[in-house]
């Protein structure tokens, strides 16, 4: 084998490596960028406001010895309205110690009827600890819109594989 060969297979073998965006979508384009608009919301969008807390575990002490097992995080926002568009504003990270450890959203989204965005919390990004959360913040101009925003968690350790889902708590809603 010469070099060339030995050198495209290396480079093959790490670009093979690298594991896949979990908030790509199908056309490579990140799921909330997609979704982002460049406006602000007017005054008959916001007959309804919310802001809701989701708990998130990055990782959870699994056995006696107090092994630390990482974990995966999901977190949805539905749109359960068949005719109202949702407008998220905020979508904040933060840590267990309550420091932010990012912002998810630039512009405003626009989540049409019936529609969903998830956004993934790498197994391996355990920045957010044990007890990390999410802030979401939601407007729409029906001021009766119910959105389920829930994270799901999933694991492993050993041959064992886990998960369960936490439900977003509502801090502070304005009709």
């Known amino acids: 084998m010469n070099k060339f060969s030995a050198i495209s297979l290396l480079c093959i073998f790490l670009l093979s490596c690298v594991s896949p965006d979990p908030n790509l979508d199908k056309k490579g384009k990140n799921e909330l960028k997609a979704l982002e608009i460049e406006r602000t919301i007017s005054k008959e969008e916001q007959n309804f406001h919310d802001t809701i807390y989701i708990p998130i575990y990055s990782d959870i ?30 979508i904040d990270y933060f840590n267990t110690e309550g420091k932010l450890v990012r912002s998810y959203v630039q512009n405003l989204i626009n989540l049409p009827p019936m529609a969903t965005v998830n956004y993934v919390i790498e197994k391996d990004d355990d920045t957010g600890g044990p007890g990390a959360n999410f802030i979401v913040e939601i407007n729409s101009k029906n001021k009766n819109v119910k959105p389920v925003v829930q994270a799901v968690m999933i694991g492993e350790a050993g041959n064992k594989g886990f998960s369960f889902a936490t439900d977003g708590y509502s801090l502070k809603k304005k009709k």
């Open 61 to 90: 002490y699994f056995d006696q010895q107090n092994q630390k097992v990482l974990l995966a995080a999901t977190l949805s926002i539905r749109n359960t309205s068949y005719n109202d568009s949702l407008f998220i504003s905020k």
